[in-house]
T-cell receptor, first 115, second 111 residues
Framework: KAGVTQTPRYLIKTRGQQVTLSCSPI?????VSWYQQTPGQGLQFLFE???????NKGNFPGRFSGRQFSNSRSEMNVSTLELGDSALYLC??????????????FGPGTRLTVL | AQSVTQLDSQVPVFEEAPVELRCNYS??????LFWYVQYPNQGLQLLLK??????LVKGINGFEAEFNKSQTSFHLRKPSVHISDTAEYFC?????????FGKGTRLHILP
């Protein structure tokens, strides 16, 4: 099976712009989660989508949003970019849930630089 | 809410020496624990997981971890490291349907 793919891999934007990142999960996986990784804050959970519905949300401002399509592909959008949004954005897909266990498979990430 | 503490931000170790990366988590009734590895310019890869059963968990690349409920720890160990183990290692705990990560530990292998 192909792994989780994320596009684009690298992105440079300027403050005030908006950006859309894409994630294609492993075939058959219905859950997609997004994380922001920065040197200072580490890995922080943004949100999770399951069957086109947002099921969980982290503590990020409303400028960060996402959606999931019927084929489970997901996009996240960041509006009005700030310098502090520069980060590696990781997507993870999951195909099984046992209790609260949810094995996630990560994509390579999108490196966003805001100038 | 769960939290994960990785006590060392960086760990230098000589090649072929043993290594232990420390991880403590906040207490919970039941807990699922993970170690992930991130190689430079890559995403995260699952090294091993503890769901239940034996407290000693073996993972890929010769790594193992021991779940200690009384000390709320899940330390990662490898008896002999290789230069290819240079990476950042993340301890994580599952809460509801999301993963809570520690800050990570950078493993530096010295020649």
């Amino acid at each position: 099976k192909a792994g989780v793919t994320q596009t684009p891999r690298y992105l440079i934007k300027t403050r005030g712009q908006q950006v859309t990142l894409s994630c294609s999960p492993i075939s058959g996986h219905r859950s997609v989660s997004w994380y922001q990784q920065t040197p200072g804050q580490g890995l922080q959970f943004l949100f999770e989508y399951f069957s086109e519905t947002q099921r969980n949300k982290g503590n990020f401002p409303g400028r960060f949003s996402g959606r999931q399509f019927s084929n489970s592909r997901s996009e996240m959008n960041v509006s009005t970019l700030e310098l502090g949004d520069s980060a590696l954005y990781l997507c993870a897909s999951s195909g099984q849930t046992i209790g609260s266990y949810n094995e996630q498979f990560f994509g390579p990430g999108t490196r966003l630089t805001v100038l | 809410a769960q939290s994960v503490t990785q006590l060392d931000s960086q760990v230098p170790v000589f090649e072929e020496a043993p290594v232990e990366l420390r991880c403590n988590y906040s207490s919970s009734v039941s807990v699922y624990l993970f170690w992930y590895v991130q190689y430079p310019n890559q995403g995260l890869q699952l090294l091993l997981k503890y769901l239940s059963g034996s407290t000693l968990v073996k993972g890929i690349n010769g790594f193992e971890a021991e779940f200690n409920k009384s000390q709320t720890s899940f330390h990662l160990r490898k008896p002999s490291v290789h230069i290819s183990d240079t990476a950042e290692y993340f301890c994580a705990v599952s809460e509801d349907d999301k993963i809570i990560f520690g800050k990570g530990t950078r493993l530096h292998i010295l020649p």
